[in-house]
């Protein structure tokens, strides 16, 4: 098993920035793609982000490409999502997953989830 927890969500302005982070426990977190998603107040869960387990391989959802940016730290069991320029379309909850190895963008393929953290971006 692999528990997550995400922190660093909270109230900004569009345009602002926030960095989100999740702590893995468990099982060895560095051999886990881990990805964030995003659920906004009715909408479905979105793809956001995805890092491979040694961070040489990242991908983003169109409109988060080039203002976020996936990282982690695997001596820490963290990682991170540094989101910049932030619009109020990106206000949601933000959840971080971790699967085996694999490296996708579609959340059935995930095998562990955290709570997730609310993101608010106000005007």
């Known amino acids: 098993q692999v528990q997550l927890g995400e922190s660093g969500g909270g109230v900004v302005q569009a345009g602002g920035s926030l960095r989100l982070s999740c702590v893995a426990s468990g099982r060895s977190f560095s051999r886990y793609a881990m990805g964030w998603f995003r659920q906004a107040p009715g909408k479905e869960r979105e793809f956001v982000a995805v890092a491979s387990w040694s961070a040489g391989a990242t991908y983003y959802e169109d409109s988060a490409n080039g203002r976020f940016t996936i990282s982690r730290d695997n001596a820490k069991n963290t990682v991170y999502l540094e989101m910049s320029n932030l619009e109020l379309e990106d206000t949601a909850v933000y959840y971080c997953?971790?699967?085996?190895?694999?490296?996708?963008?579609?959340?059935?393929?995930?095998?562990?989830w955290g709570q997730g953290t609310q993101v608010t971006v106000t005007s």
């Open positions: 997953a971790a699967e085996y190895e694999k490296l996708s963008a579609l959340d059935e393929e995930y095998d562990y």
